[in-house]
């Protein structure tokens, strides 16, 4: 998606109440985005994190501050199909939304939905991180990518161990 609409949370209950439960959203994360509305970036917060999904359809992402403030409304949205992406990472962590399930592993009753769009979006974001870097660097990936970009690959195009 070329330019998302995103939404960011607060950190603190209630977007800080002014400052009353932290200062977080006026010090750091209001001017975070406004730098990256001056950037170009569709963005708007920070918002209450316990409202915001209530206006999911507005916004093509909602970015959180950590990870349990966005997976209970991810879990409660999409338990079976749901992806957490965390950025600003140097390596690709996708991961589905109900999690490892190991009470379950084994037992083949846990779908595959998740796993598999988050194995897709990994395999994109990586794809695109390489393609974004090899176009601004060649010499930098010439030993790993001699002619081409990597092709895209899904899980279902890798042979299964299982």
């Given amino acids: 998606m070329e330019h998302p609409r995103l939404a960011v949370c607060a950190l603190n209950p209630h977007n800080g109440e002014n400052g009353s439960f932290g200062r977080q959203e006026i010090d750091a994360i209001a001017p975070a985005v406004a730098v990256a509305?001056?950037?170009?970036?569709?963005?708007?917060?920070?918002?209450?994190?316990?409202t915001i999904f209530l206006k999911r359809n507005k916004y093509d992402g909602i970015v959180t501050m950590y990870h349990d403030q966005g997976q209970i409304a991810l879990?409660?949205?999409?338990?079976?199909?749901?992806v957490t992406v965390q950025g600003g990472l140097p390596v690709v962590i996708s991961t589905p939304a109900h999690g490892t399930a190991f009470d379950i592993a084994g037992q083949n009753l846990a779908s595959v939905a998740s796993?598999?769009?988050?194995?897709d979006i990994a395999v994109t974001m990586a794809s695109r991180r390489i393609s974004k870097q090899y176009s601004t660097d060649q010499?930098?990936?010439a030993s790993i990518l001699p002619a081409k970009l990597l092709p895209?690959?899904?899980a279902a195009e890798v042979p299964s161990c299982c």
């Fill in 37 to 50: 509305r001056e950037q170009g970036i569709d963005v708007e917060g920070p918002f209450p994190c316990d």
């Fill in 152 to 154: 895209k690959v899904t």
């Fill in 75 to 82: 879990k409660l949205l999409s338990f079976e199909g749901g």
């Fill in 139 to 141: 010499s930098a990936y």
């Fill in 115 to 119: 796993t598999q769009s988050a194995f």
